[in-house]
């Protein structure tokens, strides 16, 4: 069984995180929300509460399979400044396994320089902080190991790539059908 973390900082985007631990669970990969507070307790950008499954020590301990960072303000900023998290973000890049962003967060990756030479997706607004990459503004982008997509609308079609990369085509195709997903 596949293991990914989605990291989570207080003013997250709550339907990015939620969806794809949703959906990758319902394919049996081992989601977890990993807090990078000091309490397994964080609150999204809308004041709703969530209970992590790990604190970010407990998760840097032993590699995932793959990442995941919502977006939302100030969720995204909060992951930026956050030091053993962009550390552990290179190192993932450098093992060449799944990075994945949504909404506001993959201007994280530009500002680790991650994005040099790939196409990858963000807010609308926000192209100007996808540093080196070529701007798209498709729902979702992989290039590589990096995959991004633009915000919380397009959080099941994200999650259905990740359940994809993660779980196979295949079951990504059934879970389509399972939660009566039109693409």
Same mark, same amino acid.
């Given at each position: 069984? #596949?293991?990914?973390?989605?990291?989570?900082?207080?003013?997250?985007?709550?339907?990015?995180?939620?969806?794809?631990?949703?959906?990758?669970?319902?394919?049996?990969?081992?989601? #977890?929300?990993?807090?990078?507070?000091?309490?397994? @307790?964080?609150?999204?950008? *809308?004041?709703?509460?969530?209970?992590?499954?790990?604190?970010?020590?407990?998760?840097?301990?032993?590699?995932?399979?793959?990442?995941?960072?919502?977006?939302?303000?100030?969720?995204?900023?909060?992951?930026?400044? *956050? @030091?053993?998290?962009?550390?552990?973000?290179?190192?993932?890049? %450098?093992?060449? #396994?799944?990075?994945?962003?949504?909404?506001?967060?993959?201007?994280?990756?530009?500002?680790? %320089?991650?994005?040099?030479?790939?196409?990858? $997706?963000?807010?609308?607004?926000?192209?100007? #902080?996808?540093?080196?990459?070529?701007?798209?503004?498709? @729902?979702?982008?992989?290039?590589? %190991?990096?995959?991004?997509?633009?915000?919380?609308? $397009?959080?099941?079609?994200?999650?259905?790539?990740?359940?994809?990369?993660?779980?196979?085509?295949?079951?990504?195709?059934?879970? $389509?059908?399972?939660?009566?997903? @039109?693409?």
């Amino acid at each position: 069984m #596949k293991t990914v973390y989605i990291f989570l900082a207080e003013g997250f985007e709550e339907m990015e995180a939620v969806t794809p631990l949703d959906l990758l669970r319902r394919v049996g990969v081992n989601a #977890k929300f990993v807090s990078t507070g000091s309490t397994l @307790q964080v609150k999204g950008a *809308h004041n709703i509460l969530y209970t992590a499954d790990l604190l970010f020590d407990e998760a840097a301990e032993a590699m995932a399979d793959g990442i995941v960072l919502p977006g939302g303000m100030p969720g995204t900023l909060n992951l930026l400044a *956050h @030091q053993g998290l962009c550390g552990l973000i290179q190192n993932y890049n %450098n093992a060449r #396994k799944p990075v994945c962003a949504i909404c506001a967060a993959p201007l994280i990756l530009g500002e680790l %320089n991650l994005l040099t030479g790939k196409t990858a $997706t963000i807010y609308p607004g926000m192209e100007n #902080k996808l540093i080196g990459a070529t701007p798209s503004k498709n @729902q979702v982008c992989v290039d590589g %190991n990096i995959i991004t997509s633009r915000g919380p609308g $397009t959080a099941i079609p994200f999650s259905l790539k990740l359940a994809e990369i993660f779980a196979g085509k295949e079951a990504a195709e059934k879970l $389509t059908a399972d939660i009566v997903y @039109q693409i």
